[in-house]
């Protein structure tokens, strides 16, 4: 019974090991049983680590617009092995990275604008910053906007 619902959990989204471990703990499972069922989801490829990863940074990517260092703390937060948030990151395309970075700036700039524009680069930086974007192409990105 609670393998079928596990199962049904894990079909309806892509789930990371731990999540799934938490939810088996839930059911007040432990111990072998609770590997045996988490094996049993493996085999069955109801559960797939490297699957999630490459899903979950895609997703965060193109929905949210994340940048790599909000998705790689999230991943490790989620104690995903470094081979699979390897291959998750490998997922996003450095011009497309590039370009989304870049229409997240310039809508911040419209958002941020000050009349003082150093108070302005350093709202706009601090923003995409705290996106995960990574800081000194955030400042190379701000430094051409503004220089042109």
Same mark, same amino acid.
């Given at each position: 019974v609670i393998f079928n619902k596990l199962c049904h959990y894990c079909a309806y989204q892509e789930r990371c090991?731990?999540?799934? !471990?938490?939810?088996?703990l839930s059911y007040k499972v432990y111990g072998n049983e609770l590997e045996e069922i988490m094996d049993k989801l493996i085999e069955e490829d109801f559960l797939n680590e490297e699957r999630f990863a490459i899903a979950y940074a895609g997703g965060k990517y193109r929905i949210k617009k994340w940048g790599r260092g909000k998705i790689l703390n999230e991943l490790?937060? !989620?104690?995903?092995?470094?081979?699979?948030?390897?291959?998750?990151?490998?997922?996003?395309?450095?011009?497309?990275?590039?370009?989304?970075?870049?229409?997240?700036?310039?809508?911040?700039?419209? !958002?941020y604008q000050t009349k003082n524009i150093f108070e302005t680069k350093s709202k706009v930086a601090r923003y995409l910053i705290s996106r995960g974007y990574e800081s000194d192409l955030v400042w190379t990105m701000i430094g051409k906007q503004f220089r042109d």
């Open positions: 090991h731990e999540e799934v !471990r938490t939810k088996i490790k937060k !989620r104690k995903i092995s470094n081979y699979c948030i390897q291959k998750a990151m490998q997922q996003i395309d450095a011009e497309g990275y590039e370009n989304t970075l870049n229409k997240l700036m310039l809508a911040s700039i419209k !958002r």
